[in-house]
Structures are given as C-alpha cells and as structure tokens.
C-alpha cells in the first residue's frame, strides 16, 4: 500500500466511505456501473497518461476529479484545469484541509493549492485594467481594500502584513467580501474586477 493511499484512508476513514483502484480501466468499470455522484482522487504520479485519464473521466459526469502531486507545480497544473478536474493539490494535505477540499467541490467549487490560486490572479487576471464592480458599493472601506488586494493576487499573510490587523481578522473580511461579491473563491473575486 503506498504512503499516499494510506494517508488518505486515514484521514478519510471516520468522513467518507473510500474504494481503492489498482487499476484505472476497473475504476472506469466502476463508474459505468454505477450513476451515483463520485469523488475520484488521483494521485498523478501513478497515472502515466493523466492528460489521456482526464479525457476519459469525462466521459463520466458523475464523477468529481480531484488531482493530486506529491510536488504540485503551478505551471503544470495550470495546463490541466481545462481537463475537467474540479481540485488539484498536494497528495499529503493535511487531514482537515482534504475534508475543506472535499466539502468544497461537493459544494460545486473548485478547490486549488495556493501558489495556483495566485498564479492564475497574477497571470491571467490581474495584467488588466481594474473596474470596479457593481458590488464594490457594498463593502466597508476595509472590505474594498482586502478586495483589490485579493484581485491584485495577493496572499492572507501579505493582506495582513500590509493592514497590519490579524490573521484571522484577515480571514473574517473576506468571508463578508464573498457574500456580498456572490462568490466563493479568489479567482471569482478578482474576475469581478476585469
């Protein structure tokens, strides 16, 4: 059993009713017999083609993909979002961050490690002009500066550095910034500005 199917059993044992493929043709054998709704977990150092592997799960709806590197690289993964995957991380994330990650894409979002999150607001988002959206008018003063920073690319620590208010304060303002914005990720935010 390898390291990473064992971390995951673990964290996933007492939350989630797990099957584990040896084979990715039995996991697809799976998925045609069955219509229920799946999260599929793959760890891309075990699939040799996993451009090909993701086509294939789209034949599938049913199933959520989640990727996973044990060396997540931000260029690399930012060339497979198109491919259908709702998720993508390192292969060791901790137990509470995989059940956040799970929660989220059940919820219909799109869970991805940091350093990508910012790699898309930094490259593809930010390079343009910043509107301001209709929703800005809503926000405290406070909350409309968090927001630009968000779609500026910054991280929580670097939003907290520069208010110099806490952490979690931080994590508070951009809970608020989301509802009122009507979305539930960064890269939803910082579109909001394009």
């Not at 914005?181 to 910082?190: E, H, M, N, T, Y």
């Amino acid at each position: 059993m390898s390291s990473i199917k064992r971390h995951w059993e673990r964290a996933l044992e007492k939350s989630y009713e797990t099957l584990c493929f040896e084979d990715f043709d039995a996991m697809l054998g799976y998925l045609q017999a069955h219509n229920n709704n799946i999260i599929i977990m793959l760890d891309e150092m075990s699939i040799s083609n996993i451009e090909d592997a993701l086509l294939r799960l789209k034949e599938h709806p049913q199933a959520i993909a989640l990727l996973f590197n044990a060396l997540p690289e931000v260029y690399h993964a930012s060339t497979l979002l198109g491919s259908g995957i709702k998720g993508y991380e390192n292969s060791y994330l901790n137990k509470e961050n995989l059940l956040q990650m799970l929660h989220t894409v059940e919820d219909g979002n799109n869970w991805l490690f940091a350093d990508l999150t910012y790699f898309i607001i930094n490259k593809y988002i930010q390079n343009k002009k910043i509107d301001e959206p209709d929703f800005i008018s809503l926000l405290t003063e406070k909350e409309k500066s968090i927001a630009v920073m968000i779609a500026e690319g910054l991280s929580n620590k670097e939003i907290a550095q520069r208010e110099k208010i806490a952490l979690s304060t931080v994590k508070g303002h951009i809970h608020h910034i989301f509802e009122k914005a009507g979305v539930s990720d960064r890269i939803s935010l910082a579109l909001k500005f394009k």
